[in-house]
């Protein structure tokens, strides 16, 4: 059974840029979260999207988007990147988030520069 | 957000056994994950208490006490592979039923 897949592993961009990351839940997950961890925040959520809507958000400023596809793959975006948005991107998946844990992918190392 | 407090870092030899605490002060509570991440890699689930009491999985043990706001991880028996970063999630019910709280991590460092 393939775990939580994050495309792509690394990423450098420039100021101002935008970034789109990519996460597939685990085959027959609906509820699919997003995380930015920094070593001084530690882990944030950012949203969570159960079967294409967006269930929950967290207090990020408007530059951070997702969607989520009728496949429940999921997609993140970034938009005018900032040198504070240099993180680790983590994707959870979970079956349906009411009573179920969550798998988490290896995430997308983010680099501003 | 919500208050989960765990220590920074903690430090213990092989074959040794280390608890790692957690509080945390949050309404609606709905349940609490212990997570381990290796650096760089992805945070793997360990346990999930909902009520009240121990849940023993192998060498690792987590407890739960929801009128203290208290859970800890017990680890029995540590070896090397166990140096890491273990992060406490509290998962509140409600309009954030999808979301986990985490605290900022304890770091495990076990020495031979």
């Known amino acids: 059974k393939a775990g939580v897949t994050q495309t792509p592993r690394y990423l450098i961009k420039t100021r101002g840029q935008q970034v789109t990351l990519s996460c597939s839940p685990i085959?027959?997950?609906?509820?699919v979260s997003w995380y930015q961890q920094t070593p001084g925040q530690g882990l944030q959520f950012l949203f969570e999207y159960f079967s294409e809507t967006q269930r929950n958000k967290g207090n990020f400023p408007g530059r951070f988007s997702g969607r989520q596809f009728s496949n429940s793959r999921s997609e993140m975006n970034v938009s005018t990147l900032e040198l504070g948005d240099s993180a680790l991107y983590l994707c959870a998946s979970s079956l349906d988030s009411k009573n179920y844990g969550y798998t988490f992918g290896s995430g997308t190392r983010l680099t501003v520069v | 957000g919500q208050n989960i407090d765990q220590p920074t870092e903690m430090t213990a030899t092989e074959g040794a056994i280390v608890q790692i605490n957690c509080t945390y002060q949050?309404?609606?509570?709905?349940?609490l994950f212990w997570y381990q991440q290796h650096a760089g890699e992805a945070p793997t689930f360990l346990s999930y208490n909902v009520l009240d009491g121990l849940e023993e999985k192998g060498r690792f043990s987590s407890f739960l006490s929801r009128s203290k706001g208290y859970s800890y991880l017990l680890l029995k028996e540590l070896q090397m592979k166990d140096s890491a970063s273990y992060l406490c999630a509290v998962k509140k019910g409600g309009s954030t039923l999808g979301r986990l709280y985490f605290g900022r991590g304890t770091q495990l460092t076990v020495w031979p």
């Open positions: 949050t309404s609606g509570f709905n349940g």
């Open positions: 085959s027959g997950h609906r509820s």
